[in-house]
């Protein structure tokens, strides 16, 4: 793997810590999904991050074509179970925006990237980013400290 892929990997891992994602999404496959939403292919820089509507299988064939990283088809409910709800659950995603009332076991599901976290992931990498971190999670509950309550 190029040290673009592997910066754009590390970055995002250290992007979804500073979110407060649970360990259990600190991991390479919830950072290819954050990257794939953000359609930050290597060399793309943070600032030119888009939020396109994405499904599951997309992600992943995303992921094959832009950072070499294969996954079998019956992985798509790992990628949903244990990366995609939280990020929803994180108001990191939004689900299906495009068409609310889609039926949750529909073949046409789609995420997209929050719009404030979009503007905000936009910043990572400048010094702006601290600040709009910050800024960021004060409005918000970190998912980490959410099922830390739950318990």
Not at 34 to 62: E, F, H, K, Q, V
Request: net charge neutral; glycine share 4%.
């Amino acid at each position: 793997m190029t040290n673009d892929k592997n910066d754009h990997i590390e970055a995002a891992l250290q992007i979804l810590a500073s979110l407060g994602l649970p360990r259990a999404q600190q991991n390479e496959r919830s950072a290819l999904c954050l990257l794939a939403l953000l359609n930050l292919t290597p060399g793309t820089p943070w600032a030119r991050a888009s939020n396109p509507l994405m499904g599951i299988t997309p992600i992943m064939d995303w992921a094959r074509e832009h950072y070499d990283k294969v996954y079998a088809p019956n992985t798509r409910e790992t990628v949903r179970r244990q990366t995609m709800h939280q990020f929803v659950d994180a108001g990191l995603a939004l689900y299906n925006p495009d068409q609310p009332d889609r039926p949750v076991n529909s073949p046409k599901a789609v995420y997209q990237i929050e719009p404030a976290a979009l503007a905000l992931l936009r910043t990572f990498g400048t010094p702006r980013w601290h600040d709009n971190l910050t800024a960021y999670l004060a409005e918000r509950e970190t998912l980490a400290a959410r099922y830390t309550k739950e318990r």
